[in-house]
């Protein structure tokens, strides 16, 4: 399973755009990249998840370069309700799909 | 919420006791998970489940046994509990359709 690195922490105001980049230099062909959110006192929840270039939904935009070996989870225009840990997991998304969450980065939103 | 329920929400029991954590979902997912996270920890996966009676262990099953005799019921149990299985156990499930992990609103276990 590849590892993942994120920064530990950010900080950002209401109305800002956030990106929070991950690295996975050893990823593998088949491996996918995926994101979830977690509250305090509550299960992560999948934010977005992709394999090449980008995707967009109603919540993010994910950013993967042509080599693969980082991401960028871009949160656009944020608000207080998005104070939470990201994670960043990389895994291949046939079989069993053991997911390794790494210790994530803890976002904190300020007025 | 992807209709997971864990059961007991809250648990205080003392270190050399037994103690099964229930999971339970409604929609006849193949694989659900046992997680426990520990401050200033991400998840660990303890055991999963690909089946009824198919099940394997994750990067910190020491100590931990799990069963699944029917589909929507996903059991872990700690067979003598000791203060350093103090953590919060969360149970996922993974949606078939779409490879997306949906998780339990967890289970508070205290070892004293």
């Known amino acids: 399973l590849a590892k993942t690195t994120q920064p530990i922490s950010m900080d950002s105001y209401e109305g800002q755009e956030v990106n929070i980049t991950c690295s996975h230099n050893?990823?593998?062909?088949?491996?996918?990249i995926t994101w979830y959110q977690q509250f305090p006192s509550q299960g992560p929840r999948f934010i977005i998840q992709?394999?090449?270039t980008k995707v967009t939904n109603e919540v993010a935009s994910l950013f993967i370069p042509a080599d693969r070996k980082s991401s960028t989870l871009s949160l656009p225009r944020v608000s207080l309700s998005d104070t939470a840990v990201y994670y960043c997991?990389?895994?291949?998304?046939?079989?069993?799909?053991?997911?390794?969450f790494g210790q994530g980065t803890r976002l904190t939103i300020n007025p | 919420d992807a209709g997971i329920t864990q059961s007991p929400r809250h648990k205080v029991t003392e270190t050399g006791t037994p103690v099964t954590l229930r999971c339970h979902q409604t929609?006849?997912?193949?694989?659900m998970y046992w997680y426990r996270q520990d401050p200033g920890h991400g998840l660990r996966l303890i055991h999963y489940?690909?089946?009824?009676?198919?099940?394997d262990k994750g990067e910190v099953s020491d100590g931990y046994s799990v069963s699944r005799s029917k589909t929507e019921d996903f059991l872990l149990t700690l067979e003598s509990a000791t203060s350093s299985q103090t953590s919060v156990y969360f149970c996922?499930?993974?949606?078939?359709?779409?490879?997306?992990?949906?998780f339990g609103p967890g289970t508070r276990l205290t070892v004293t």
């Open positions: 996922a499930i993974r949606e078939t359709a779409t490879y997306e992990q949906y």
């Open positions: 050893n990823i593998a062909t088949n491996d996918y």
């Open positions: 992709g394999y090449k």
């Open positions: 997991l990389v895994g291949d998304l046939q079989g069993a799909q053991k997911l390794v």
């Open positions: 929609e006849n997912h193949r694989y």
């Open positions: 489940s690909y089946g009824v009676k198919d099940t």
